[in-house]
Nanobody, 114 residues
């Protein structure tokens, strides 16, 4: 059983930066694949980035070169550093943990103004 709590969302101007955090708690030995997804109004949830327990990362084409996913296994925390934000990045960002089952956080709102 895993509980995920995201934080760090907010309102920023285009070109600004935000750092999202996701803290996992519950009964588990190790977090396996961790990921950030996002969902904008009227659109399907999409994968933004993921990171394996060994630190291997994958990014959506739309965020390559701007976003960086990282994790601190000792703190059971995954981060998403978002730079050069664009209005099209506006969405609710969700943390995901892949164990035997998939677990989701409640999401944190990111709004990027022009």
């Amino acid at each position: 059983q895993v509980q995920l709590v995201e934080s760090g969302g907010g309102l920023v101007q285009a070109g600004g930066s935000l750092r999202l955090s996701c803290v996992a708690s519950g009964t588990f030995f190790r977090l396996n694949l961790m990921a950030w997804y996002r969902q904008a109004p009227g659109k399907q949830r999409e994968l933004v980035a993921d990171i394996t327990s060994r630190g291997i990362t994958t990014y959506a084409d739309s965020v390559k070169g701007r976003f960086t996913i990282s994790r601190d296994n000792s703190k059971n925390t995954v981060y998403l550093q978002m730079n050069s934000l664009k209005p099209e990045d506006t969405a609710v960002y969700y943390c995901n943990a892949q164990m035997i089952s998939a677990y989701w956080g409640q999401g944190t709102q990111v709004t990027v103004s022009s």
